[in-house]
C-alpha cells in the first residue's frame, strides 16, 4: 500500500504583490536616472557657461600654427669655379665668416692691370700739369722774340726811304714778326688745351683720375668677390654647392637660417579675428617641447589675406561649383629671444597657440611704417672701404712733389 504524501505549504511564506506595486521601481529608477542626467546637464552646462564668462571669451587659441623664418639665400656675386668650401649643413657661422672661394686667378689679372691703369693715369695727369708750366714759359720767351721782330720792322720800315736797309730786308723782317705771332699764339692754344684738362681739380679728383680709380675700384670688388662670405649670422642649411663647380652669379649655393630671429604665423579661423588687436600676449607650446616649455610672444600682425587669397590658384568663388568654407588668415606672432635661446626652435615646427584677449587697446593694422631696417647686414660694407684707402695709396705713391 503506497502512501501519497502532499507537500505543506509553510504558513508564513509571502503572498505575491500586487501587479501595480511591482510596476512603481522601474518608475522610479528612470525618473531618477533622468533627474541624474539632468543635474549633470546643469552642471555642465553651467560650468561650461562659467568658465566661458572667466576664461574661455577672453582666450583664441589654435593648433594650426607653424614656425617661420627668415631663409637667407647666399648667392655670389660674380661665377667662378669653387676651389674651397668652408662649412656644412648644420655649422653655425658668424657675419662676414668665409664660406666659399672662387678662383681668382682672372680676378687678379684685372686687378693688377686696374693698379697700373691708376698710376698711370696719375702720372699723365701730373705731365699736364708740368706740360702747362712748360707752356707759360714758351709763352714768355716767344712774347720777348715777339717784341723783337716788331722792333726790328719798325726800325727797317724808317730806313727803307734813305736806302739804308732794302726793301727785301724789311719783307723778311716782317715774315718773322708774322712768324713770332703764331708761334705766341700756337704756345698760347697749347697751354689753354692742357688747362682745360686740368681746370677746377686737383690731380685726385681730376676725371682721368677717377675713371682709373672707378676701374680699380670695380676690379677689387671683383677679386674680393671671389671670397663668399655669410651675410648674416646663422645656421647653414641646403648646401649644394660642390668642389670644382663652376658656378654663374646668382646661383642658389647654401641658405642661412637665423634661428634666433624665428616667428610663428597661427591660422586662425576667420570668425576668431574680432577681438585680436596688435600687442596681445600669446603663450605657445611647441609639439618638439610639449607642456614642459612654454613660450611667450606677442601678436605682432594681423594677415591681410586669407590663405587662398593669395595661393598660386586663388578659388574662385563666382564659379558655379563655389562651396563655402570658413577661411584662415595668418597671424603673425614674435618670440621672446631669451626662450629661444635656451630652447630653440626648427623651421615648420608645429605650434599650439594661445592669444589673451583682456587687452584691446591695440590696433588692426601699423599706424606707422618701420624707422629702421627690420634686417640689415654689413657684412660687405668693408669692401669699398678697402678700395677706397687702396686709391688713396697708389695716388699718393705717383703723385710725387706737387699735388696741384
Known amino acids: 500500500m503506497t502512501t501519497e504524501t502532499t507537500p505543506n505549504t509553510s504558513a508564513g511564506a509571502a503572498a505575491p504583490l500586487p501587479a501595480s506595486h511591482s510596476a512603481i521601481k ?28 572667466m576664461v574661455g571669451r577672453w582666450h583664441e587659441t589654435t593648433d594650426d600654427a607653424y614656425v617661420q623664418g627668415n631663409i637667407v639665400t647666399v648667392t655670389p656675386q660674380a661665377g667662378g669655379t669653387v676651389i674651397a668650401i668652408h662649412v656644412e649643413d648644420g655649422m653655425r657661422v658668424e657675419a662676414g665668416q668665409v664660406l666659399v672661394n672662387f678662383d681668382a686667378s682672372d680676378a687678379d689679372v684685372a686687378y693688377a692691370q686696374a693698379v697700373a691703369n691708376l698710376a698711370g693715369a696719375v702720372r699723365q695727369v701730373r705731365g699736364i700739369y708740368r706740360a702747362i708750366d712748360a707752356g707759360q714759359a714758351d709763352i714768355a ?95 647653414v642649411a641646403k648646401r649644394n654647392v660642390q668642389l670644382g663647380q663652376r658656378v654663374a652669379a646668382g646661383t642658389p649655393l647654401l641658405a642661412i637660417i637665423p634661428l634666433d630671429e624665428v616667428w610663428v604665423d597661427a591660422n586662425f579661423k576667420e570668425t576668431q579675428l574680432r577681438k585680436l588687436r596688435l600687442g596681445q600676449p600669446v603663450v605657445l607650446h611647441s609639439e618638439l617641447y610639449g607642456k614642459d616649455v612654454t613660450f611667450h610672444g606677442t601678436l605682432e ?78 657684412a660687405y660694407a668693408k669692401q669699398l672701404a678697402d678700395a677706397d684707402a687702396l686709391i688713396e695709396r697708389i695716388i699718393r705713391e705717383n703723385i710725387g712733389t706737387r699735388a696741384n
Open 141 to 235: 720767351a716767344r712774347e720777348v722774340a715777339l717784341q723783337q721782330a716788331q722792333a726790328d720792322v719798325t726800325r727797317r720800315a724808317g730806313l727803307v726811304a734813305s736806302g739804308a736797309v732794302s726793301a727785301e730786308e724789311l719783307a723778311h723782317a716782317k715774315a718773322q714778326l708774322a712768324a713770332a705771332q703764331a708761334a705766341l699764339s700756337g704756345a698760347r692754344e697749347q697751354t689753354s688745351r692742357n688747362r682745360v684738362l686740368v681746370d677746377n681739380s686737383d690731380i685726385q679728383n681730376n676725371p682721368q683720375v677717377l675713371a682709373a680709380a672707378a676701374q680699380l675700384r670695380a676690379a677689387l670688388l671683383g677679386k674680393q668677390r671671389t671670397t663668399l662670405v655669410a651675410p648674416t649670422s646663422g645656421y
Open 301 to 378: 600682425s594681423l594677415g591681410l589675406g586669407t590663405g587662398s587669397a593669395f595661393s598660386l590658384l586663388p578659388a574662385q568663388n563666382a564659379s558655379g561649383n563655389w562651396i563655402k568654407i570658413v577661411q584662415r588668415v595668418p597671424v603673425r606672432i614674435a618670440l621672446d629671444k631669451r626662450e629661444l635661446q635656451a630652447h630653440p626652435l626648427r623651421l615648420g615646427l608645429s605650434m599650439h597657440a594661445d592669444v589673451d584677449l583682456h587687452t584691446q587697446d591695440g590696433g588692426l593694422l601699423p599706424v606707422a611704417a618701420a624707422a629702421v631696417p627690420r634686417q640689415r647686414t654689413d
Open 26 to 53: 522601474p518608475a522610479n529608477r528612470r525618473k531618477h536616472a533622468l533627474l541624474l542626467l539632468l543635474a549633470f546637464l546643469l552642471l555642465t552646462g553651467g560650468g561650461w557657461l562659467a568658465h566661458h564668462l
